[in-house]
């Protein structure tokens, strides 16, 4: 067989496979090498759903069709970074701006110091749950958690000086949140790499502008050939406007952090179980550098 | 000043190409520099049955102890104890990944605390004494750092291995109430190899300060002390994952020396509440 008609043959069979997509059929084709060498194949694992009902399904998605590793892009955002930087502020002194997911996106109205303990004791609960912990008693667990962490001493004694109402109270809403965390958010297996408060601090020119921010869970890791490191920012708010930014930016730092773009960011709130889940796109990273870029030029004109 | 290359966002591959860079011939501590230290710390820190000191490259950078209160362990502060030899298990493929290997190494120092003579106050007694929940918080923080390691330099190839988790390098200054401490998380060379030079590789939080550059060249430092018939090493590499930034130190004798007189800078400071209470005149 000539080279011509295994091209052509091969044209017949991905436009079989689109008619077989656009049938909504279970099975999905893919050639073995990329230059079409060999016949269109079933894949034996089908795409996992990605129905409203599985978070790290629609996270992970097939790993088959997951995009090559964008490494070009980082260095163009850092460069569109610095010039907007230099535009706004010139040349700031080392550590003169500080900006975080809430600086970004906009923080949550505050809920006083009950709120603030509700997140850091959800967010211990994550941790627990991703380290495959069943808690027996989500709230003394999440507070032995949080006493043991080592980094967050002033909440622990904001816990032990709380009155009994607002212990009972955030009792109540520790094992609400517990509830849904448990029933929503899928056991994660420990060869994702699972991380937990991963932190991102990227200087920006030459340390005069920080970027800061914190990844509730990270999966995957970075270095191979296709993106596979997933985002997920845990919240105990219903899921608003803000925190799709929050995923923009947090996105646009890992990026900048490992010079690969992550494979997708995903948003779930503890509060009704609800979640987002989007693909990291030249389009969202760049909608993060503009946020960015606003919000240093907010910086610049106080 | 000491000066190093900086690289942004250097993969694994890369970090483990230049640990594996041919290193200049070899070359010694200067047995006159190593007791010349040793006289200036005795003279600034005189043994007079106070505490003793550490000086390590946070004392070197931020000029100020790591801790100022009575140590208690927590899952932060046991995450690199713990995470060390998690990645050593994955990278020996020992474990497959670094959570089942770090929580593999919190139950292995929980059952060792039961055997007579466990250090009080050590690691192994603090996780045997702790809940289920924050045993399997230390192992989630410890595969966090084993990941963050792992990631940071690729540890096989046809090159050579990386070694990985290697024990951090110690010297007690004799005659002194001061210990240097030099941490190293992987390492390029054969430790007994007569004119091999090690290249050193450390990990770290957050972003590189002012003075990350002198902190480095003291693990080198505290490296070539603890090892005085073994040449110098021959760079070393600090990685910031959190910033994707890459720091790589040369070191030689004049780094060594640079490295030296930092040390005494740190040994002034922390020696000044000493001799300020010294100097308060008694009440009359």
Redesign the interface.
Known sequence: MTATHRTARATRKIEKTTANADASTDATYATVTAGLHTHLVALLQTPLPTSEDDLLGALRGTPALRPAVDRGI?SGLRAWLEDGVFAALGAPS?GSVRLSTSSIAGSAPRGGATALLRGSLVA?LV??H????E?SDPFD?AA??LE????DDDLVTMLCDLDPDDHARLHAEVLAHASVLAERFPRVS??W???????????LAG?GV?LRGIVDVALG???GERANVCLIEVTTSVLEARHERVLAYLALLET????ETPLRVAAMSTADGAFVVHDVTPTLLAAAVGDVLQAVSECGGR | MTSAVHL??A???EVAAILREPSPPAEVLDARLRAALSTRLRAILPRRGGPRHRIDGYVVEKGAPSFTGPFLW????ARRVLGTPAARAVASGVA?????AAASEVDRLATRSVRPGARPGGLALWLAS?????R?????EA??WA??L??CVETSSPLGSVAVGIPDAWFEVPGAPVTLHGRRDAAVGAPSGADCRLSLLRLR???PG?RAVEGLALDGLVDALSAPERPLPARVVGV??????TLVVAFDGDVARAAAREVLVAAERLARPLQTLDSVPEAA
């Open positions: 980082a080392a211990q941790r627990l991703v380290a495959g912990v808690p667990d032995c958690a043991a962490s080592g980094r420990p060869r790499m699972p991380r937990c408060g991963v932190r991102q601090a990227i200087p340390g920080q890791a970075s270095g900048l952090r490992t010079g | 942004r966002n993969s694994a591959g927590n899952a932060r502060a497959g990944d670094p959570l089942t702790a809940p289920e929940v924050v399997s918080l230390c192992a989630l595969a966090g990941t963050s792992l990631g939080d957050g972003l002012p910031w994952p959190d910033a994707g930034v």
